[in-house]
Nanobody
Framework: QVQLVESGGGLVQAGGSLRLSCAASGDTFSSYAMGWFRQAPGKEREFVAAISWSGGSTTYAESVKGRFTISRDNAKNTGYLQMNSLNPEDAAAYYC????????????????WGQGTQVTVSS
């Protein structure tokens, strides 16, 4: 099993930046692909970005491509999501999740989830 704890959320003005972190414990973090998802009130959870176990492969939702960057440091058992040029549509609870094998964009494919961190963007 893997336990995940997100941090780094908060309130930021439109155009600003935040870096989210996802600290993992338990099983070997480097064995897992990691994804970031978000969920705004009244909306379904949606894919944001994902990274392979090695960090060599990444994929992004079209809505964040060019603004967000996913990365990981397996030595620190931590994943990151750098978010730049934030806009009010990015406001949501952000969750990290992990799964064995390859990355996917479907939330149901991920086995372990963090509790989420809130991102609020003021216009």
């Amino acid at each position: 099993q893997v336990q995940l704890v997100e941090s780094g959320g908060g309130l930021v003005q439109a155009g600003g930046s935040l870096r989210l972190s996802c600290a993992a414990s338990g099983d070997t973090f480097s064995s897992y692909a990691m994804g970031w998802f978000r969920q705004a009130p009244g909306k379904e959870r949606e894919f944001v970005a994902a990274i392979s176990w090695s960090g060599g492969s990444t994929t992004y939702a079209e809505s964040v491509k060019g603004r967000f960057t996913i990365s990981r440091d397996n030595a620190k058992n931590t994943g990151y999501l750098q978010m730049n040029s934030l806009n009010p549509e990015d406001a949501a609870a952000y969750y990290c999740a992990v799964r064995l094998r390859w990355i996917t964009v479907r939330p149901e494919d991920y086995a372990y989830w963090g509790q989420g961190t809130q991102v609020t963007v003021s216009s």
